[in-house]
């Protein structure tokens, strides 16, 4: 396999904060077009969240086959509609395939397509996304189609787009505005001419890191005043929501998705249990028997990670700064330590903790030969990369999303996704937990929608426990699953409706 070596040289500025947002008219005219190079090349003023992960997902066609920039093509899809940008329509056909592939894991999304025959609760709704643009989200855009809303979609993330499920979008007469290795430049030129269009006055908003909402709530404040609803997955995104309710500058009802049950305990526990492996094995073809491993952090995601590598035979350590999940590990069989300790002997390194500076230069410096590093948060601050951009150490481009950092004495480490999210950015994710996911979003969508005035006040929500259990109803029949139900009785003594919800607020499960 070839490679190539270089020396990085970094300016002091090389860092973006976690919860900076940048704007494209803070850094540059809006309309300023970026030349060649500059759309092929990494920003490191990139919007965080759009930058925290992205996706090496295997694509029928690599970005780099043809260079000409989505934006300079004048491409129709078979009905002549011109409203959509991506990296080629001849795709679609492709991506069609992909989308049916998905839909068979999908179920909860397909039964919703089935009960909308009668009646289309989204009717009317003109909802504008930016989220990862997958086969899986593509499942999820058709159904809110077939619930009768109006779609106009761009990418949350310059590299999870999968260029062919754009075009299928695209050829479907949905507006796409994204393709894989986006600039800066044409993130949020995509986002923009979802929002921007004559004549359409989107009133919901389904957003994945907050980017979407705030570039309407900055440059269309008019138009921001008129939606009806927000619906946030994001960590990132839930938090400047947060930011907007305590200034009191959120003038429309948002439901915090994110910390849904069916986001939190299926989503980041058995994805991240099933996708850590993936994304290890596909970049590094490891075998993990025997192998001692490091997990920083022990919530939803870290107990995943954990889980998965003790079943496959690794020797798992836990650091944690929260005594409750602290004792969990140890409860679990796991041992608690502090990273300085178990530094100079572990194999692999992963971090789960969505904090800054996690591993640092420090610990990169007292790593063995051939340390696999990587990161499972939700940010790419955990892995103080930005230390390692320095002229004496030489990084070596052996896979893409994997490279080997090199010290002057040859010791290596083996650097994953840069420091990124590594199940996006090198593997995939089970497309039955992006189902959980996606009906709670469009479920999210049309409460919010349908809502009495009143019901909502300018505020962030949790979805309603009813519909967390809506949700899970919804999935168990793929497994055969029969519920017990309650005797009146037995309803009664427990103070419970028979039909739920079966747990209060502050239940943990």
């Known amino acids: 396999m070839r490679s190539s070596k270089k020396k990085y040289i970094v300016s002091g500025s090389a860092g973006v904060k976690a919860q900076q947002i940048q704007f494209a008219d803070q850094k540059q005219e809006f309309n300023k077009r970026p030349t060649k190079i500059g759309r092929r090349s990494l920003s490191r003023s990139i919007s965080q969240s759009s930058t925290d992960s992205y996706s090496s997902a295997a694509s029928y066609t690599d970005s780099s086959d043809d260079e000409t920039s989505p934006r300079d093509k004048q491409q129709k899809n078979s009905k002549g509609s011109s409203d959509f940008c991506v990296k080629n329509i ?292 955990e892995i103080d990369v930005a230390s390692l951009r320095t002229p004496e150490l030489t990084w070596e481009r052996v896979r893409s999303q994997v490279d080997h950092v090199i010290w002057p004495d040859g010791k290596r480490i083996v650097l994953l996704a840069e420091g990124r999210l590594l199940n996006l950015s090198c593997s995939t994710v089970p497309t039955f937990v992006l189902s959980i996911t996606a009906t709670t979003q469009a479920l999210a969508l049309i409460e919010l929608y349908n809502a009495p005035e009143g019901r909502y006040k300018q505020d962030v929500y949790l979805l309603p426990k009813k519909m967390d259990e809506y949700v899970a109803s919804l999935h168990l029949p793929t497994f055969d699953a029969h519920l017990t139900e309650l005797t009146d009785e037995q309803a009664k003594y427990l103070g419970l409706n028979k039909n739920g919800p079966f747990k209060p607020n502050y239940y943990r499960y």
């Not at 068979?104 to 999304?109: D, G, K, N, S, T």
């Not at 990862?132 to 189609?145: D, F, N, S, Y």
């Not at 502090?338 to 410096?365: A, F, P, Y």
């Open 90 to 381: 001849k795709q679609a056909e492709f991506g069609r395939r992909e989308i049916e592939i998905a839909e068979q894991e999908m179920p909860a999304l397909m039964a919703l397509r089935k009960r909308a025959q009668g009646e289309k609760p989204l009717a009317g709704a003109k909802i504008v996304g930016c989220t990862h643009i997958t086969a899986q989200t593509a499942v999820l855009m058709e159904t809110l189609g077939a619930l009768g809303a109006q779609c106009r979609w761009a990418a949350c993330n310059i590299y999870s787009t999968l260029n062919e499920v754009a075009a299928a979008l695209a050829e479907s007469g949905f507006p796409v505005f994204a393709w894989k290795g986006e600039s800066e430049d044409d993130f949020w030129w995509c986002i923009d001419r979802c929002v921007n269009v004559e004549g359409w006055q989107p009133n919901m908003i389904l957003d994945d890191g907050g980017d979407l909402t705030h570039w309407i709530y900055k440059k269309y404040p008019n138009m921001f005043k008129k939606i009806k609803g927000i619906v946030e997955e994001s960590v990132t995104g839930v938090h400047r929501l947060y930011q907007l309710s305590k200034a009191g500058k959120l003038c429309v009802p948002a439901m915090n998705v994110n910390d849904s049950v069916t986001k939190q305990k299926f989503d980041n526990l058995y994805c991240c249990r099933e996708s850590i492996l993936d994304g290890l094995k596909r970049t590094t073809d490891m075998m993990f028997g025997g192998k001692q491993v490091v997990v920083c952090g022990y919530g939803e995601v870290g107990k995943g990670c954990c889980a998965a590598l003790k079943a496959m035979g690794s020797i798992v350590y836990v650091t944690e700064i929260d005594p409750i999940c602290a004792l969990q590990a140890c409860m679990d069989g796991f041992r608690l330590v502090k990273l300085n300790e178990v530094i100079r002997q572990v194999d692999i390194v992963i971090t789960c903790t969505g904090n800054k500076n996690v591993v640092t230069r420090e610990h990169l410096d007292r790593m063995k030969n051939s340390c696999i590093v990587c990161n499972m948060g939700h940010s790419n601050t």
